[in-house]
């Protein structure tokens, strides 16, 4: 007891003299400026909108580019299709505490479900649904309010194009309800996220594309984009996650093997397997985006460009970054320009801008 109290003594000493010590820091000569809590109030207000801004124009920068690619790309995804109107929903409860304070007083966000902005080009905008419209009905069903509604909403959406080609709205426009008539389009079913992290990056999880606030910001315009997007998508309508699961299953079959011999191969084999034909892997998904890059209407002039100012700007690539992932080769280069030939003689004979399949091999007799 005695030696805990004379611990706690020496700390509290050695505490005092810290702040004694403190005291006699050298401190500024100047006398800066000091704005008072108001000032800062505002500023950070204003940040918080600013802030709030950027992350819708990255959104409908990045809507505005996925959707044509998964509208285009919808022949190429099989099963994996949905039909959308291509609509941003919100309400309250969409954004972080962070920028809730500015959705709330710029937004008007509120427990309602609300037209965050159609999609430019989509059948929303078309049908002319605007941002800040209020969803009332979707079809017969009232849309919910609160927590978890707008995700509600959206299945809600997805249930109504399903049976019918069109959805009719009710929405409610500065005090006036209207009826909206909505067709609704068939595109691949792989939503298109922007995360927020700094590092240059996109990748494929098999469901969704994922796109960071870094890439939004390399990228210079929509062709980059829809380079980076398209490819993204072409992994995932490709099955390339699932082959790469597949292979690692089949690898890991000889840790186990091994494990019951009392080797520990710490998953050498299953890793090994998962990264067999990733470089044929990669290579398609720059083949098949090509080709969805086609179908979308946007140029493919120069595509090659871009990735040769990923690997200048990036030429020491960590592990995590999107160069490491997809490897900038001459001989990525070279079959990209292969691809846009394939596709100019295509378009030139009136063909469809469908990528060509391996025909199956035939059995050795």
Same mark, same amino acid.
């Given at each position: 007891?005695?030696?805990?109290?004379?611990?706690?003594?020496?700390?509290?000493?050695?505490?005092?003299?810290?702040?004694?010590?403190?005291?006699?820091?050298?401190?500024?000569?100047?006398?800066?400026?000091?704005?008072?809590?108001? !000032? %800062? *109030?505002?500023?950070? &207000?204003?940040? @918080? +909108?600013? /802030?709030?801004?950027?992350?819708?124009? =990255?959104?409908?920068? $990045?809507?505005?580019?996925?959707?044509?690619?998964?509208?285009?790309?919808?022949?190429?995804?099989?099963?994996?299709?949905?039909?959308?109107?291509?609509?941003?929903?919100?309400?309250?409860?969409?954004?972080?505490?962070?920028?809730?304070?500015?959705?709330?007083?710029?937004?008007?966000?509120?427990?309602?479900?609300?037209?965050?902005?159609?999609?430019?080009?989509?059948?929303?905008?078309?049908?002319?649904?605007?941002?800040?419209?209020?969803?009332?009905?979707?079809?017969?069903?009232?849309?919910?309010?609160?927590?978890? !509604? %707008? *995700?509600?909403?959206? &299945?809600?959406? @997805? +249930?109504? /194009?399903?049976?019918?080609?069109?959805? =009719?709205?009710?929405? $409610?426009?500065?005090?006036?309800?209207?009826?909206?008539?909505?067709?609704?389009?068939?595109?691949?079913?792989?939503?298109?996220?922007?995360?927020?992290?700094?590092?240059?990056?996109?990748?494929?999880?098999?469901?969704?594309?994922?796109?960071?606030?870094?890439?939004?910001?390399?990228?210079?315009?929509?062709?980059?984009?829809?380079?980076?997007?398209?490819?993204?998508?072409?992994?995932?309508?490709?099955?390339?996650?699932?082959?790469?699961?597949?292979?690692?299953?089949?690898?890991?079959?000889?840790?186990?093997?091994? !494990?019951?011999?009392?080797?520990?191969?710490?998953?050498?084999?299953?890793?090994?397997?998962?990264?067999?034909?990733?470089?044929?892997?990669?290579?398609?998904?720059?083949?098949?985006?090509?080709?969805?890059?086609?179908?979308?209407?946007?140029?493919?002039?120069?595509?090659?460009?871009?990735?040769?100012?990923?690997?200048?700007?990036?030429?020491?690539?960590?592990?995590?970054?999107?160069?490491?992932?997809?490897?900038?080769?001459?001989?990525?280069?070279?079959?990209?320009?292969?691809?846009?030939?394939?596709?100019?003689?295509?378009?030139?004979?009136?063909?469809?801008?469908?990528?060509?399949?391996?025909?199956?091999?035939?059995?050795?007799?």
């Amino acid at each position: 007891m005695s030696r805990h109290v004379s611990r706690r003594g020496g700390m509290l000493a050695l505490a005092v003299a810290a702040v004694a010590a403190l005291g006699g820091c050298a401190t500024p000569s100047t006398r800066y400026a000091q704005p008072d809590a108001a !000032a %800062v *109030a505002e500023e950070a &207000r204003r940040q @918080r +909108e600013l /802030a709030l801004q950027t992350f819708v124009a =990255r959104h409908r920068r $990045l809507d505005r580019v996925a959707f044509r690619l998964l509208a285009a790309g919808a022949p190429l995804c099989g099963e994996r299709t949905v039909r959308s109107i291509g609509v941003r929903l919100f309400n309250r409860h969409t954004f972080g505490r962070e920028l809730r304070e500015a959705a709330v007083s710029h937004l008007r966000a509120d427990e309602s479900v609300r037209v965050l902005y159609p999609v430019p080009g989509a059948p929303a905008e078309t049908a002319g649904l605007r941002g800040g419209d209020v969803l009332l009905r979707v079809g017969r069903e009232p849309v919910p309010e609160g927590r978890g !509604a %707008v *995700a509600k909403t959206l &299945r809600l959406l @997805r +249930e109504a /194009a399903r049976v019918g080609e069109g959805v =009719r709205l009710e929405v $409610l426009r500065e005090g006036e309800r209207l009826s909206v008539p909505v067709r609704a389009v068939r595109i691949c079913d792989y939503g298109v996220v922007l995360a927020r992290a700094d590092e240059v990056n996109a990748y494929a999880d098999g469901r969704r594309v994922i796109v960071t606030a870094g890439m939004m910001r390399f990228v210079e315009d929509e062709r980059e984009l829809a380079l980076v997007v398209s490819h993204e998508i072409a992994h995932n309508a490709m099955g390339h996650l699932k082959a790469r699961m597949r292979n690692y299953l089949l690898g890991s079959i000889f840790d186990i093997i091994a !494990a019951a011999y009392g080797v520990n191969t710490q998953g050498m084999f299953g890793q090994a397997a998962a990264q067999a034909y990733s470089k044929e892997f990669e290579a398609e998904a720059d083949y098949v985006g090509l080709y969805l890059m086609a179908r979308a209407g946007f140029p493919l002039e120069g595509a090659a460009n871009f990735w040769r100012r990923m690997a200048a700007e990036y030429p020491a690539s960590i592990r995590r970054s999107h160069t490491a992932t997809h490897p900038a080769t001459a001989e990525r280069f070279a079959a990209i320009e292969l691809t846009l030939g394939e596709i100019e003689r295509k378009r030139a004979a009136g063909a469809p801008l469908l990528p060509e399949r391996r025909k199956p091999e035939q059995p050795k007799t």
